[in-house]
Structures are given as C-alpha cells and as structure tokens.
C-alpha cells in the first residue's frame, strides 16, 4: 500500500493557496471547485507550475479538516478572491508514496505513523499530501499514487 518511508529534509515552496475549514465529510464537494479557483487564479497571472498539487492539512481533528489546497508555484502569486500566497515550509519529514484509491488513504497514513514511532520520532500537527497522479474520468484508482509528508519535531 505504501512504499518504505524514508525522512527527507525539505525546502519552503512557494505555492498558491486556499484555506478550508469543513466538515470531514465535505471534503469531496469542496476538493474539486477550490482546485479549480487556485488553478485559474494562477493562470490569469501567468504564473509556471512547478509540482503537483497539494493538500496542507494544518491541524487533524477527527471531524473538521482544517487545510489549503495548494499548487506549488515559481513565483509568490497575488492575492485574488480566496487564493493567497502561501508556501510549503521547509521541514524535516517522513515520507513515503501511498498506492491506491482515497477511500484506503487513511489506512496508508496509519502505516507511515506507526513507521514514525517505530522510530522514536515525534510528527508535528500538520502534514501535506502531494497528488502525483490525479484521477482522471475512468481511470483506475488503483494506479493513483499519493506523497505522504508528516513533518516531524526536532
């Protein structure tokens, strides 16, 4: 489900952003519109794409995600409607690449957690999630892959 986890140290990305804060079972409904409004507020400023887009879930409470939609960007962008500039920081993170459909996702979290304290390490509150293939109409969820980055205390 996961390939071998594996602590990277990162570098702040500048990224374009919009902050959420909703109903866990919500997230559906506002995942696609809000990556809709962060992409076309990047390309009305001619700004270059430079990752996959992600999420930065600030806090994990069991019922309300807290979180940005994200697209990593060359340069910051200018505040427009509700997309801010905003940055992936710079951290020292476990991470590792989860195979699979979302409705598994928690599962692929829970073993790159239980990897973090299988090493003594202490994951800070936040994490991101970088979607390095994005589901298309008809394709198969199982060749979705999914970068899992928990930050982690010094």
């Known amino acids: 489900m996961i390939d071998v986890p594996h602590l990277v140290e ?11 804060t909703v109903p866990r ?4 409904e506002v995942m696609g519109p809000g ?17 996959p887009w992600f999420t930065h879930h600030l806090e994990m409470k069991p019922d309300v995600f807290d979180f940005e939609i ?3 960007v060359a340069t910051p962008i200018e505040a427009v409607g509700r997309v801010r500039p905003g940055e992936l920081p ?6 590792t690449v ?5 409705e598994r996702l928690s599962e692929g979290w829970g073993e790159l957690m239980a990897w973090i304290a299988g090493r003594g ?3 800070r509150a936040d994490l991101w999630e970088c979607y390095l293939t994005a589901p298309e109409p008809g394709s198969d969820p199982a060749q979705y892959r999914t970068e899992l ?6």
């Open 35 to 51: 990556l809709a409004e962060v992409r076309a507020a990047i390309a009305a400023q001619g700004i270059a794409v430079v990752g």
């Open 149 to 154: 980055n928990r930050p982690l205390s010094a």
């Open 98 to 102: 989860y195979h699979g459909g979302y």
């Open 10 to 20: 990162t570098h702040a990305q500048f990224a374009a952003v919009l902050r959420v």
């Open 70 to 72: 994200g697209v990593p």
């Open 121 to 123: 390490h202490t994951p």
């Open 25 to 28: 079972a919500q997230i559906r």
């Open 90 to 95: 710079a951290a020292r993170v476990a991470r």
